[in-house]
């Protein structure tokens, strides 16, 4: 949710259904490329930008506030107080995004998803850093790949700690 809020989560498909889902060739194609292990990342994957928020697309409000996408809530101005044009070209949060690469991410740059990942900032941003993994795309990846990313990894550890 825009604030923060994680009830919506609740509205979640279950990861034996998301499985199902994944492996549902009507949907999805080719089953075995589809759901295939990740692959290490190559200097190609380190160097792409992560997403097209704020560099191909944007999100401007009823209220005319600016975000680098509809799921990213990083208020990068307001057309009502400054021409669009000046937010796209100007906006410094709009060029940190922009600036942003594979290789900047926290613990994607490393995790063997990160070619096919589906990993969006905005979700990284709600649960607290861009440059962060979005653990529902680990998540997901997990679904499709059955491996573990570098994240869902950690997160394991550190409950097996408390534990």
Not at 76 to 81: E, I, P, T, W
Not at 102 to 118: E, F, G, I, P
Request: net charge neutral; with cysteine.
């Amino acid at each position: 949710m825009m604030d923060g809020g994680r009830s919506i989560l609740e509205l979640n498909v279950d990861n034996t259904s998301l499985r199902q889902l994944f492996r549902d060739s009507a949907l999805v194609g080719d089953v075995e490329e589809f759901c295939a292990p990740p692959q290490a990342p190559g200097a190609d994957d380190l160097d792409a930008r992560p997403c097209s928020a704020g560099n191909t697309s944007c999100y401007v409000s009823p209220y005319g506030d600016v975000y680098p996408c509809v799921q990213f809530p990083l208020a990068s101005g307001n057309v009502r107080s400054l021409p669009f044009l000046d937010i796209w070209r100007h906006s410094e949060q709009l060029n940190e995004v922009r600036a942003i690469r594979v290789r900047d991410l926290s613990s994607c740059s490393t995790c063997s998803h990160v070619s096919a990942c589906t990993r969006c900032p905005g979700l990284a941003f709600m649960e607290g850093n861009m440059r962060g993994p979005s653990t529902q795309d680990c998540e997901k990846s997990f679904a499709r790949t059955g491996v573990r990313s570098k994240n869902l990894e950690s997160k394991k550890r550190r409950l097996v700690l408390v534990s």
